[in-house]
């Protein structure tokens, strides 16, 4: 599977964004989906996941609770992070994984794919 993440850039304060991560090569609901973010100087951190198939589990890091929503659309192979009232410290760079399980995910390790980064700047 190789995975495409797109939809990052420049963005004020309080505003979105759609990052999207398209899966091609295999099918991608067979996997489990996460969007981590690393910003400069910071460790990578897990901000959302979703179950394979039917996307019927979800996960978020606190910081992006009810700001952030992770998505799958399994007819397009496609993973999707909608992100909503952002602020300064969602900037970083966002990459999109693939893995068995939403425990992986959170765990860290072993996932089975990546993708390229997508870049997020939010300005003040």
């Known amino acids: 599977v190789q995975l495409q993440a797109s939809g990052g850039g420049l963005v004020q304060a309080g505003g979105s964004l759609l990052l999207s991560c398209a899966a091609s090569?295999?099918?991608?609901?067979?996997?489990?989906a996460g969007w981590f973010r690393q910003a400069p100087g910071k460790e990578r951190e897990l901000v959302a996941a979703i179950s394979r198939s039917g996307g019927t589990i979800t996960y978020y890091a606190d910081s992006v609770k009810g700001r952030f929503t992770i998505s799958r659309d399994n007819a397009k192979n496609t993973v999707y992070l909608q992100m909503n009232n952002l602020k300064r410290e969602d900037t970083a760079t966002y990459y999109c994984?693939?893995?068995?399980?939403?425990?992986?995910?959170?765990?860290?390790?072993?996932?089975?794919?990546w993708g390229k980064g997508t870049q997020v700047t939010v300005s003040s």
């Open positions: 994984a693939a893995a068995p399980t939403t425990g992986t995910l959170r765990s860290g390790y072993g996932m089975d794919y």
């Open positions: 090569g295999r099918t991608f609901s067979g996997y489990a």
